[in-house]
């Protein structure tokens, strides 16, 4: 097998047997890197260190990931012009925390007839938040509702 040392370089090509006598004799582990090769090659390491270090670095990749959520802001087709402007002015500030916003438009009774006028107004929204914020999924009709996901611009 083809032994590998512990600061990278090729030991040599070694029987299993010289090899696991090496690994004992540095009181380090004999890993398989690479069984399919030919011939096998083998590392020779402190194995939990090795763990150690890999454990290290998952948790510090877990500490340094941001989770983002999907907040709601949800409004009427007849909504009046300062209602609208408070319900975009929340979308983004949401938008600006880093969050996605699901933008709802619900319908109630006869206001289902104009739903061409309740995808106007969703238009309306992305237009006037292009700026910060990239449609992740454009105004789709679903029931009494219309939605669309809005995410926040890349840096």
């Known amino acids: 097998m083809r032994l590998i040392g512990v600061d990278g370089e090729q030991v040599d090509i070694l029987t299993l047997r010289d090899a696991l006598a090496l690994a004992e004799e540095q009181s380090l582990d004999l890993v398989e890197v690479n069984p399919l090769a030919k011939p096998p090659v083998c590392k020779l390491l402190d194995y939990g260190k090795y763990r150690y270090e890999q454990s290290k670095k998952e948790r510090e990749a877990r500490a340094n990931r941001t989770t983002i959520t999907i907040k ?29 916003v699901k933008v709802t438009l619900t319908f109630k009774g006869r206001e289902v007839v104009y739903k061409i006028q309740g995808v106007e107004k969703m238009n309306q929204m992305a237009e006037e938040l292009a700026e910060i914020a990239v449609i992740e999924r454009a105004p789709k009709v679903e029931g009494k509702n219309v939605t669309m996901i809005l995410a926040p611009k890349g840096k």
Not at 75 to 100: M, S
């Open 72 to 100: 709601e802001v949800k409004f009427r087709p007849k909504i009046d012009q300062h209602d609208y402007e408070t319900k975009k002015n929340t979308a983004v500030r949401l938008l600006k925390e880093g969050d996605k």
